[in-house]
């Protein structure tokens, strides 16, 4: 296991939308480079929150009150977010510049 350090992770969030594979469905997470997140989950859930690096990854307040605290694992030829509260695992299947989504969206 290879965590990508903040000098990594200031590159591959602030900015960019992450493409998650839930399951083999995606989920997209729009980081704005301010302290902004938004989220568009599998089943068209959306959620909006505040982001921040934090020591050994970053930390996302959500609006409905969940706390993600997430850590990026780098193996080869491929990166997994990393729960660091529970130890879960999601893949990140694919990193796009900017709001690639056009996060957020209204859930339908």
Do not use: C
Request: aromatic content about 8%.
């Amino acid at each position: 296991m290879a965590i990508l350090d903040q000098a990594s992770l200031k590159v591959l969030i602030g900015g960019t939308t992450h493409v998650l594979d839930r399951n083999g469905k995606e989920a997209y997470v729009y980081f704005e480079t301010g302290d902004q997140a938004h989220m568009l989950l599998d089943d068209g859930e959306t959620r909006q929150g505040t982001w921040a690096l934090a020591e050994g990854g970053y930390v996302v307040d959500w609006d409905n009150g969940a706390v993600g605290r997430w850590t990026l694992d780098h193996e080869a030829g491929s990166v997994s977010y990393v729960n660091r509260d529970n130890d879960a695992r999601v893949r990140l299947a694919g990193i796009l510049f900017g709001n690639a989504k056009g996060l957020p969206r209204r859930e339908n």
